[in-house]
Protein backbone atom coordinates (compact mmCIF):
# COMPACT_ATOMS: atom_id res chain seq x y z
CA UNK A 1 0.00 0.00 0.00
CA UNK A 2 2.65 2.38 -0.95
CA UNK A 3 1.46 5.86 -1.57
CA UNK A 4 1.73 8.29 -4.77
CA UNK A 5 3.01 11.91 -4.23
CA UNK A 6 3.85 14.63 -6.92
CA UNK A 7 5.89 17.88 -6.40
CA UNK A 8 5.45 20.36 -8.73
CA UNK A 9 8.64 22.77 -6.87
CA UNK A 10 8.14 25.44 -9.71
CA UNK A 11 4.44 26.03 -9.33
CA UNK A 12 4.82 25.09 -5.23
CA UNK A 13 1.99 22.31 -5.74
CA UNK A 14 1.52 18.81 -3.94
CA UNK A 15 -0.61 16.19 -4.24
CA UNK A 16 -1.31 13.24 -2.26
CA UNK A 17 -3.14 10.58 -4.06
CA UNK A 18 -5.10 8.17 -1.39
CA UNK A 19 -5.75 5.12 -4.12
CA UNK A 20 -3.47 3.20 -6.21
CA UNK A 21 -2.57 3.77 -9.29
CA UNK A 22 -4.72 1.15 -11.29
CA UNK A 23 -8.24 2.12 -9.03
CA UNK A 24 -10.17 4.08 -11.23
CA UNK A 25 -12.48 6.82 -9.93
CA UNK A 26 -13.89 9.93 -11.26
CA UNK A 27 -12.93 13.58 -9.40
CA UNK A 28 -16.94 14.79 -8.55
CA UNK A 29 -15.92 18.09 -6.87
CA UNK A 30 -13.00 19.71 -4.92
CA UNK A 31 -13.44 21.42 -1.49
CA UNK A 32 -10.71 23.47 0.42
CA UNK A 33 -10.05 21.93 4.06
CA UNK A 34 -12.31 24.03 6.14
CA UNK A 35 -9.51 25.04 9.10
CA UNK A 36 -6.56 24.81 6.22
CA UNK A 37 -7.03 26.57 2.91
CA UNK A 38 -3.97 25.55 2.07
CA UNK A 39 -5.65 21.71 1.37
CA UNK A 40 -7.35 20.84 -1.43
CA UNK A 41 -9.74 17.70 -1.43
CA UNK A 42 -10.29 15.78 -4.28
CA UNK A 43 -13.94 13.94 -4.27
CA UNK A 44 -15.06 11.02 -6.39
CA UNK A 45 -18.88 10.44 -7.02
CA UNK A 46 -18.92 8.65 -3.52
CA UNK A 47 -18.04 11.30 -1.50
CA UNK A 48 -14.59 9.08 -0.52
CA UNK A 49 -11.23 12.00 -0.84
CA UNK A 50 -9.10 10.82 -3.44
CA UNK A 51 -6.62 13.34 -3.87
CA UNK A 52 -5.32 16.28 -1.56
CA UNK A 53 -3.54 19.06 -3.14
CA UNK A 54 -1.12 21.44 -1.02
CA UNK A 55 -0.30 24.52 -1.96
CA UNK A 56 2.38 27.15 -0.95
CA UNK A 57 3.98 26.42 2.12
CA UNK A 58 2.24 23.04 2.74
CA UNK A 59 3.99 21.89 0.12
CA UNK A 60 7.20 22.23 2.15
CA UNK A 61 6.68 18.33 3.99
CA UNK A 62 6.30 16.82 0.34
CA UNK A 63 9.62 17.75 -0.95
CA UNK A 64 11.50 15.74 1.40
CA UNK A 65 8.97 12.77 1.05
CA UNK A 66 8.97 12.29 -2.69
CA UNK A 67 11.62 10.45 -3.77
CA UNK A 68 11.14 8.07 -0.97
CA UNK A 69 8.64 5.00 -0.85
CA UNK A 70 5.98 6.25 1.42
CA UNK A 71 3.34 3.60 2.49
CA UNK A 72 -0.13 3.65 4.72
CA UNK A 73 0.53 1.93 8.35
CA UNK A 74 -2.59 -0.10 9.71
CA UNK A 75 -3.62 0.12 12.96
CA UNK A 76 -6.53 -1.29 14.64
CA UNK A 77 -9.07 1.40 13.86
CA UNK A 78 -7.38 3.41 11.11
CA UNK A 79 -5.04 3.52 8.00
CA UNK A 80 -2.28 6.25 8.74
CA UNK A 81 0.06 7.92 6.85
CA UNK A 82 2.98 10.37 7.97
CA UNK A 83 4.98 12.85 5.79
CA UNK A 84 7.77 12.72 9.31
CA UNK A 85 7.69 12.40 12.61
CA UNK A 86 6.98 16.40 13.71
CA UNK A 87 4.37 15.40 16.92
CA UNK A 88 0.97 16.08 16.34
CA UNK A 89 0.13 19.98 17.79
CA UNK A 90 -4.06 19.79 16.05
CA UNK A 91 -5.90 17.66 14.18
CA UNK A 92 -9.23 17.91 12.59
CA UNK A 93 -11.45 15.69 10.79
CA UNK A 94 -13.78 15.53 7.59
CA UNK A 95 -15.26 13.02 5.21
CA UNK A 96 -14.07 10.26 7.41
CA UNK A 97 -10.29 11.20 7.52
CA UNK A 98 -8.63 12.52 10.69
CA UNK A 99 -5.95 15.42 9.21
CA UNK A 100 -3.00 16.26 11.61
CA UNK A 101 -0.89 19.18 11.56
CA UNK A 102 2.57 20.47 13.08
CA UNK A 103 0.99 23.92 13.90
CA UNK A 104 -1.69 24.85 16.87
CA UNK A 105 -3.25 26.59 14.09
CA UNK A 106 -4.25 23.42 11.68
CA UNK A 107 -0.77 24.24 9.26
CA UNK A 108 1.94 21.92 9.00
CA UNK A 109 0.28 19.30 7.58
CA UNK A 110 2.03 16.26 8.64
CA UNK A 111 -0.23 13.38 6.90
CA UNK A 112 -3.84 11.60 8.54
CA UNK A 113 -5.68 8.99 9.36
CA UNK A 114 -8.31 7.28 7.48
CA UNK A 115 -10.65 6.05 10.43
CA UNK A 116 -13.95 5.41 8.29
CA UNK A 117 -12.44 1.91 7.09
CA UNK A 118 -16.01 1.41 5.73
CA UNK A 119 -16.00 4.19 3.39
CA UNK A 120 -12.29 3.64 2.11
CA UNK A 121 -11.99 0.00 2.60
CA UNK A 122 -8.41 -1.65 3.21
CA UNK A 123 -8.19 -3.85 0.19
CA UNK A 124 -8.87 -0.47 -1.91
CA UNK A 125 -6.14 1.79 0.00
Do not use: W
Not at 2 to 18: A, E, N, P, Q
Not at 89 to 118: Q, V
Request: charged content about 25%.
Amino acid sequence: MSIRITFDKKLGLGYIYLFPENYRYKIHETKELDSNPFLELDFDELGRVVGIELLDFETLSLSQVVSKNIRYEKKSNCVSLRLNNVPIESTTTFAGIKFHFSEANYTGFIGFDIIDLDKYPIQDL
